[in-house]
């Protein structure tokens, strides 16, 4: 088992910046992919960017240029970093972690609420 604990989030208004922390413990493999995704209200829930322990992201288009995902494997924790927030942004916030290691395992963390005021 893998525990996950966001914090981070908050309102905000438009144009602001928030960073987001998940840390990890518990059976962390030393080659996992961490990493963000978000849920707003009515829709599903989509990628917002992931890294690997090898450095490799990954991140949806829409927030390329604002978001900033990087990661401690010490310790281990991924990190989302949100620039020029706009009101769309707006969603809970999940932590992700999984590994194709040993039959492979998916973790969530319980979510962050992040809200953007216009």
């Known amino acids: 088992q893998v525990q996950l604990v966001e914090s981070g989030g908050g309102l905000v208004q438009a144009g602001g910046s928030l960073k987001l922390s998940c840390a990890a413990s518990?059976?962390?493999?030393?080659?996992?992919?961490m990493g963000w995704y978000r849920q707003a209200p009515g829709k599903q829930r989509e990628l917002v960017a992931t890294?690997?322990?090898?450095?490799?992201?990954n991140s949806a288009d829409s927030m390329k240029g604002r978001f900033t995902i990087s990661r401690d494997n010490a310790k281990p924790a991924v990190y989302l970093q949100m620039n020029s927030l706009k009101p769309e942004d707006t969603a809970v916030y999940y932590c992700?972690?999984?590994?194709?290691?040993?039959?492979?395992?998916?973790?969530w963390g319980q979510g962050t609420q992040v809200t953007v005021s216009s």
């Open positions: 992700n972690y999984r590994t194709v290691l040993l039959g492979g395992s998916n973790f």
């Open positions: 518990g059976s962390v493999h030393s080659v996992n992919t």
């Open positions: 890294i690997s322990s090898s450095g490799t992201t």
